[in-house]
């Protein structure tokens, strides 16, 4: 078992949206040398996860830590600072 401070922590996360809730109280940690991969059908909020991660989204409710520091994402301008960085799936430099 590594004991190593988390990276990444996110504590209790919810994300809701007009009534819908995306994300309820959700745990997750990365620690240095890890590797995840976060699997669900579509609409399970694993996006939503991700966004609230790298700041494109605020979450209702729970934190998130960075390297042991509470953090709060207001754009993801302000997560890159911090590290923090999405890579999305389906890239569009350009209109096709």
């Known amino acids: ?6 990276l990444v922590r996110m504590e ?6 007009a009534g819908v809730t995306a994300n309820l109280g959700i745990d997750f940690e990365v620690r240095r040398g890890e590797v995840h991969a976060l699997l669900g059908e579509n609409g399970a909020g694993k996006s939503t ?7 494109l989204y ?11 520091r509470e953090m709060c994402f207001s754009s993801p301008a302000d997560a890159r600072k911090a590290g923090i960085g999405m890579v999305h799936q389906h890239f569009m430099l350009i209109q096709s």
Do not use: A, C, H
């Open 1 to 6: 078992m590594n004991t190593e401070q988390p």
């Open 12 to 17: 209790g996360i919810t994300k809701r949206f």
């Open 49 to 55: 996860l991700m966004n609230v991660l790298y700041g």
């Open 58 to 68: 605020r979450p209702d409710s729970g934190k998130i830590y960075i390297s042991g």
